[in-house]
């Protein structure tokens, strides 16, 4: 069965400074990654994915996420917040075999002045 | 612009009523979903459509039920609403150009909110 770990509820950081949301994956075969982002009372936008290729991939709003396949992550990164930038993330992880998306607990941003 | 729209944003029921929310997507999606999110526990798929009339169990379809007779509607059903259904339920869709395996990202409506009384 395929999981998606995301350790922290909550991450707080001061605008300006870099972000990191951690996510960690269990599937049989090789992964589907992908990060979505949930701001108050909306659905979930997606943000980025890797598939194949290149480790790091870019996604919107300058969002990047590192693909390790030694440590099973794909850790979320952006280098510099903004307050705009606070909201829920999810992580989720598909089978390339598979049919269904599995998503971690989410991890609260708070990014403060 | 791609857009999934859902019925309600927020919804009021009382314990054994019948209850459908209903999702349309206008993107001509082959697949469908519907989620529900739960604070700590994210969110769990309860039914997907990969096909018109066609339907599979996610993991957690205990007293739901699905209905996708267009393309562009998914609806789902609470035969007997439960206090236990209380929920954030969230409809996404997703273009399949691979059969049933894809690595296409899903697009999500807005989501609704239902309380039951």
């Known amino acids: 069965a395929q999981s998606v770990a995301q350790p922290e509820d909550q991450v707080n950081v001061a605008e300006g400074n870099p972000l990191t949301v951690k996510c960690t994956y269990s599937v049989s075969g090789n992964p589907y990654l992908f990060w979505y982002v949930q701001y108050p009372n909306r659905g979930l936008q997606f943000l980025l994915k890797y598939i194949t290729g290149d480790n790091l991939v870019k996604g919107s709003y300058g969002f990047e996420a590192e693909f390790n396949k030694s440590q099973t992550s794909f850790h979320l990164k952006k280098p510099s917040a903004l307050v705009s930038d606070s909201a829920l993330y999810f992580c989720?992880?598909?089978?390339?075999?598979?049919?269904?998306?599995?998503f971690g607990t989410g991890t609260q941003l708070k990014v403060e002045l | 612009d791609v857009k999934v729209t859902q019925s309600s944003r927020y919804l009021v029921k009382r314990t054994g009523e019948k209850v459908f929310l209903e999702c349309v997507q206008d993107m001509d999606h082959e697949n469908m979903f519907w989620y529900r999110q739960d604070p700590g526990l994210g969110l769990r798929l309860i039914y997907f459509s990969y096909d018109v009339k066609m339907k599979e169990k996610g993991d957690i379809p205990e007293g739901y039920s699905v209905s996708r007779e267009k393309k562009e509607r998914f609806s789902l059903i609470l035969e007997s609403a439960s206090t236990n259904q209380t929920s954030m339920y969230l409809c996404?869709?997703?273009?399949?150009?691979?059969?049933?395996?894809?690595?296409?990202?899903?697009?999500f409506g807005p989501g609704t909110r239902l309380t039951v009384l």
């Open positions: 996404a869709s997703r273009h399949d150009t691979s059969g049933r395996s894809s690595y296409n990202e899903q697009f």
């Open positions: 989720a992880v598909r089978d390339e075999r598979g049919n269904k998306l599995t």
